[in-house]
């Protein structure tokens, strides 16, 4: 299981971006898909989950109605779209799956793949 996440960068508060995470090394359809993030000095927390089919979603709090999580089983990607950005929505996005159907709690992705990170800094 391989996942690569990108799409990171620097953006002014108010903006938008959009990571991708690219999977491979397993059926798609199988696996649960989340995006996570660790701010410095801070504890890893659940962002946004979609389920194996693509037809559920879930979201943290602090992210519904500005972040958006969507698949594309045909391309084996996940996608995050973040806008209306924070200073607060600062930090290192990770993606990660686990091969349980439906939305997964956050804690499940513990015992799944996870790919490296990509930083996302919003400037105010």
């Known amino acids: 299981v391989q996942l690569q996440a990108s799409g990171g960068g620097l953006v002014q508060a108010g903006g938008s971006l959009r990571l991708s995470c690219a999977a491979s090394g397993f059926t798609f359809d199988d696996y649960a898909i989340g995006w996570f993030r660790q701010a410095p000095g801070k504890e890893r927390e659940g962002v946004a989950e979609i389920s194996n089919t693509g037809g559920s979603t879930y979201y943290a709090d602090s992210v519904k109605d500005r972040f958006t999580i969507s698949s594309i089983s045909a391309e084996n990607t996940v996608y995050l779209q973040m806008k209306s950005l924070k200073p607060e929505d600062t930090a290192v996005y990770y993606c990660?799956?686990?091969?349980?159907?439906?939305?997964?709690?956050?804690?499940?992705?513990?015992?799944?793949?996870w790919g490296q990170g990509t930083l996302v800094t919003v400037s105010s």
């Open positions: 990660a799956a686990v091969p349980l159907i439906g939305i997964p709690g956050w804690a499940a992705f513990k015992f799944g793949s």
